[in-house]
């Protein structure tokens, strides 16, 4: 009994506090909100010194990566110029030369080759080999792995070309897997040309292949401070080295990385495997080869994790507590606002008899209060809109009455047409006829979109009538096949253009004028040219008449109108895409075209 006492005190105490909040102002509930949520900040400023101290170290291992693969890219080049240097040793030597030179060289001149490119292979370790071949199919050469490549004899030709391409020039040539009698290595070459210093003539060329430990010796004390891998490739995406071995003369022409890589440096976050990196890399100007340095971000990261996690944990339960009060009081805010929204959706569905039932005096039910006016407001507002509508309608019919009937012309026009045949005049009662349905098409704005046969159809109908006028000074060649009348555009495409070559393009001809209609397919486009043998215009009136169909610039009255409105109408139609293009020459003619989509295409598709 005493526990539903209790509970029933509870119960209005509850009911009490409740009625005493929610008349407060929404300042007040918010105040109230934000007491219970003082712990945010703390959460947001641990948060975001977590973020910032992870997001630091991260940006300070991409540019330590960044600055030490640039290093390592420039000590690589050092090496490899070292290499160009040393191919280019023998040019020095006026003796070695005229040995390499001799068609019938001596025992002791050849002694003294091979012991001129066993001193080259002794200037850098990881040089395993020398080749010089002359011009008479002798090969001098050093080994420190006592045994040449199993594929020489293949080799040398395509080294022949790559030696006569680079003319003198030393060319690199990327990481192969090279086999010998003994064994097996990678390594990359370096070829050059051997000249004449009198005439410049070839005489042959020299070749060193260079195992790719020179390159593995930079590269392993890095990978070992990053815990991560290097990759080099050539300009062809070929792997010239590969710090794990396992990509070493692979192509990587789809690989993320050469895709993101579009720079001359720069890194990326990528994910390899499921694993998560940070790849810096870097081209060379020299080689042209690109280096990658993949971080694992785990690795770059570990001690920022450690301290994230730390802080997630101590402010967790915080944010913990601070929801419950968020969300319980959050739900008492908005209850009455999702109140206002359901009437708010009656309402937009039509309903006005609707009204929010307020309680309280909190800004929430002043909001309420003040939208059942609004309701009424619109109701009232909705009234007066059906009452002028109705005179408008009244204003519209008289307006209507006053205006003139086009059948009153197009019954006129059939009246005058009628007399001229009662008195035998055929031409005049043809040209009444002609203009007409000239009249009935133009004036018709029921059907504002037609097809290419009923716009042909005008356009029949108005050179009619201007050879009536000119004596049949004009011919039009209609070269559109009856397939493509049934193409949709828009009324009155053909007329103006034709119109526009007939006031201008034969004004001071007194032969005949030619105009030619063709239709070109391009696409899911479809261009149409109106082209005519006229006087054409000068680059000048050329550049006026694009220029006003820009809207850029305005021409004297009257003139280029017909042009403009038609590219007007096509692109307020159809897109900025369509629309026409003038192409002319003073004495050659014009030539418009006309580009419209397909419509027939695009309805099938």
Same mark, same amino acid.
């Given at each position: *009994?005493?526990?539903?006492?209790?509970?029933?005190?509870?119960?209005?105490?509850?009911?009490?506090?409740?009625?005493?909040?929610?008349? @407060?102002?929404?300042?007040?509930?918010?105040?109230?909100?934000?007491?219970? @949520?003082?712990?945010?900040?703390?959460? *947001?400023?641990?948060?975001?010194? $977590?973020?910032?101290?992870?997001?630091?170290?991260? #940006?300070?291992?991409?540019?330590?990566?960044?600055?030490?693969?640039?290093?390592? +890219?420039?000590?690589?080049? #050092?090496?490899?110029?070292?290499?160009?240097?040393?191919?280019?040793?023998?040019?020095?030597?006026?003796?070695? +030369?005229?040995?390499?030179?001799?068609?019938?060289?001596?025992?002791?001149?050849?002694?003294?080759?091979?012991?001129?490119?066993?001193?080259?292979?002794?200037?850098?370790?990881?040089?395993? $080999?020398?080749?010089? %071949?002359?011009?008479?199919?002798?090969?001098?050469?050093?080994?420190?792995? +006592?045994?040449?490549? /199993?594929?020489?004899?293949?080799?040398?030709?395509?080294?022949?070309?790559?030696?006569?391409?680079?003319?003198?020039?030393?060319?690199?040539?990327?990481?192969?897997?090279? !086999?010998?009698?003994?064994?097996?290595?990678?390594?990359?070459?370096?070829?050059?040309?051997?000249?004449?210093?009198?005439?410049?003539?070839?005489?042959?060329?020299?070749?060193?292949?260079?195992?790719?430990?020179?390159?593995?010796?930079?590269?392993?004390?890095?990978?070992?401070?990053?815990?991560?891998?290097?990759?080099?490739?050539?300009? !062809?995406? *070929?792997?010239?080295?590969?710090?794990?071995?396992?990509?070493?003369?692979?192509?990587?022409?789809?690989?993320?990385?050469?895709? @993101?890589?579009?720079?001359?440096?720069? $890194? %990326?976050?990528?994910?390899?495997?499921?694993?998560?990196?940070?790849?810096?890399?870097?081209?060379? !100007?020299?080689?042209?080869?690109?280096?990658?340095?993949?971080?694992?971000?785990?690795?770059?990261?570990?001690?920022?994790?450690?301290?994230? /996690?730390?802080?997630?944990?101590?402010?967790?339960?915080?944010?913990?507590?601070?929801?419950?009060?968020?969300?319980?009081?959050?739900?008492?805010?908005?209850?009455?606002?999702?109140?206002?929204?359901?009437?708010?959706?009656?309402?937009?569905?039509?309903?006005?008899?609707?009204?929010?039932?307020?309680?309280?005096?909190?800004?929430?039910?002043?909001?309420?209060?003040?939208?059942?006016?609004?309701?009424?407001?619109?109701?009232?507002?909705?009234?007066?809109?059906?009452?002028?509508?109705?005179?408008?309608?009244?204003?519209?019919?008289?307006?209507?009455?006053?205006?003139?009937?086009?059948?009153?012309?197009?019954?006129?026009?059939?009246?005058?047409?009628?007399?001229?045949?009662?008195?035998?005049?055929?031409?005049?009662?043809?040209?009444?006829?002609?203009?007409?349905?000239?009249?009935?098409?133009?004036?018709?704005?029921?059907?504002?979109?037609?097809?290419?046969?009923?716009?042909?159809?005008?356009?029949?109908?108005?050179?009619?009538?201007?050879?009536?006028?000119?004596?049949?000074?004009?011919?039009?060649? /209609?070269?559109?096949?009856?397939?493509?009348?049934?193409?949709?555009?828009?009324?009155?495409?053909?007329?103006?253009?034709?119109?526009?070559?007939?006031?201008?393009?034969?004004?001071?001809?007194?032969?005949?004028?030619?105009?030619?209609?063709?239709?070109?397919?391009?696409?899911?486009?479809?261009?149409?040219?109106?082209?005519?043998?006229?006087?054409?215009?000068?680059?000048?009136?050329?550049?006026?008449?694009?220029?006003?169909?820009?809207?850029?610039?305005?021409?004297?009255?009257?003139?280029?109108?017909?042009?403009?409105?038609?590219?007007?109408?096509?692109?307020?139609?159809?897109?900025? +895409?369509?629309?026409?293009?003038?192409? $002319?020459?003073?004495?050659?003619?014009?030539?418009?075209?006309?580009?419209?989509?397909?419509?027939?295409?695009?309805?099938?598709?």
């Amino acid at each position: *009994m005493r526990k539903g006492i209790n509970g029933s005190v509870f119960q209005r105490l509850a009911e009490r506090s409740w009625i005493i909040f929610a008349n @407060l102002n929404m300042q007040q509930k918010l105040l109230i909100v934000f007491l219970f @949520l003082v712990c945010l900040p703390v959460v *947001m400023v641990s948060y975001a010194s $977590s973020y910032y101290y992870s997001r630091s170290i991260k #940006d300070n291992t991409i540019a330590y990566a960044t600055e030490s693969t640039t290093k390592m +890219l420039l000590k690589l080049d #050092d090496y490899v110029t070292d290499l160009y240097n040393m191919s280019a040793m023998p040019l020095y030597n006026k003796e070695f +030369l005229e040995m390499l030179a001799d068609p019938n060289i001596e025992l002791q001149k050849s002694k003294s080759i091979y012991t001129y490119i066993e001193n080259l292979n002794k200037i850098k370790p990881e040089t395993m $080999s020398v080749y010089v %071949f002359d011009n008479y199919g002798r090969v001098y050469y050093n080994i420190k792995s +006592l045994s040449t490549r /199993n594929n020489l004899d293949e080799i040398k030709g395509a080294w022949a070309e790559i030696a006569a391409r680079g003319s003198g020039r030393p060319q690199l040539v990327s990481t192969k897997e090279i !086999s010998t009698y003994k064994d097996s290595y990678y390594a990359f070459s370096v070829i050059r040309q051997l000249k004449q210093t009198t005439d410049m003539s070839p005489i042959g060329y020299i070749v060193f292949d260079t195992n790719i430990t020179a390159i593995n010796r930079q590269m392993q004390d890095f990978d070992a401070v990053t815990k991560g891998k290097t990759i080099l490739v050539d300009e !062809s995406n *070929m792997v010239v080295f590969d710090s794990e071995g396992k990509l070493a003369t692979k192509n990587l022409s789809n690989d993320e990385s050469l895709r @993101l890589a579009a720079a001359d440096r720069g $890194s %990326f976050p990528i994910e390899v495997e499921g694993k998560s990196y940070i790849c810096t890399y870097a081209k060379s !100007s020299l080689t042209n080869w690109k280096m990658f340095v993949y971080i694992p971000v785990e690795e770059a990261t570990r001690q920022a994790a450690v301290t994230r /996690n730390i802080t997630l944990i101590t402010t967790g339960v915080f944010v913990t507590i601070a929801l419950l009060f968020a969300i319980a009081i959050s739900y008492a805010l908005t209850r009455p606002l999702i109140k206002i929204k359901t009437l708010m959706q009656e309402v937009q569905t039509g309903n006005l008899e609707v009204s929010f039932n307020q309680k309280y005096r909190d800004e929430v039910g002043m909001l309420g209060r003040h939208f059942n006016i609004m309701v009424n407001r619109v109701r009232e507002l909705l009234e007066e809109v059906r009452w002028t509508q109705n005179r408008k309608k009244e204003a519209e019919y008289a307006a209507l009455q006053s205006q003139i009937n086009p059948h009153f012309i197009y019954n006129t026009l059939e009246t005058i047409r009628m007399k001229a045949e009662m008195n035998d005049d055929e031409e005049v009662a043809d040209m009444t006829f002609t203009l007409g349905k000239l009249l009935r098409y133009g004036v018709n704005h029921e059907e504002q979109r037609v097809t290419v046969g009923q716009e042909l159809a005008h356009l029949n109908n108005y050179m009619l009538l201007q050879n009536m006028r000119f004596a049949n000074k004009f011919q039009l060649i /209609n070269e559109i096949p009856q397939a493509d009348y049934s193409i949709p555009c828009i009324k009155l495409m053909f007329q103006p253009i034709v119109e526009n070559a007939v006031h201008y393009a034969f004004k001071n001809r007194l032969g005949e004028g030619l105009i030619r209609i063709s239709i070109v397919h391009e696409g899911e486009d479809v261009v149409f040219i109106v082209e005519d043998d006229g006087s054409g215009m000068d680059a000048q009136r050329l550049k006026a008449i694009r220029e006003h169909m820009a809207g850029t610039r305005e021409l004297p009255s009257g003139k280029g109108i017909g042009l403009r409105n038609v590219n007007d109408r096509i692109k307020l139609q159809y897109g900025e +895409l369509y629309g026409l293009h003038v192409e $002319s020459g003073e004495n050659k003619g014009t030539r418009v075209t006309i580009r419209l989509p397909d419509k027939r295409l695009r309805e099938e598709g």
